[in-house]
């Protein structure tokens, strides 16, 4: 069973810092994408940054470019999202998912039950 837990969320001020992590089992870590989509409160869900498996590339929805950075940890089974100058239309629950690949990640893949950044004005 694919397991996914996500943590880091908060509350932060405008132009601070978080940093997500989400601890996968169930599966094999190395042979999936991994990454994030997040959810606000009446909004769709947004695609937010992924990596491919075997680390062959990444994807950044640009609303987060040069502001967000995706990383796996092979040995700790973990991804983790570093969030930098944040805003409050970062405002969401963070979803971290898994897939086949990237471009079927949403369609086909598993995720769990997130974890909420505020950003405060």
């Known amino acids: 069973e694919v397991q996914l837990q996500a943590s880091g969320g908060g509350l932060v001020h405008v132009g601070g810092s978080l940093r997500l992590s989400c601890v996968g089992s169930g599966f094999s870590f190395d042979e999936k994408a991994i990454g994030w989509f997040r959810q606000a409160p009446g909004k769709e869900r947004e695609d937010v940054s992924y990596i491919e498996r075997g680390n062959r590339e990444t994807y950044y929805a640009d609303s987060v470019k040069g502001r967000f950075t995706i990383s796996r940890d092979r040995a700790k089974k973990t991804v983790y999202l570093s969030m930098n100058s944040l805003k409050p239309e970062d405002t969401a629950v963070y979803h971290c998912?898994?897939?086949?690949?990237?471009?079927?990640?949403?369609?086909?893949?598993?995720w769990g039950q997130g974890t909420q950044v505020t950003v405060s004005s």
């Open positions: 998912v898994v897939g086949p690949s990237i471009s079927t990640i949403l369609d086909f893949g598993s």
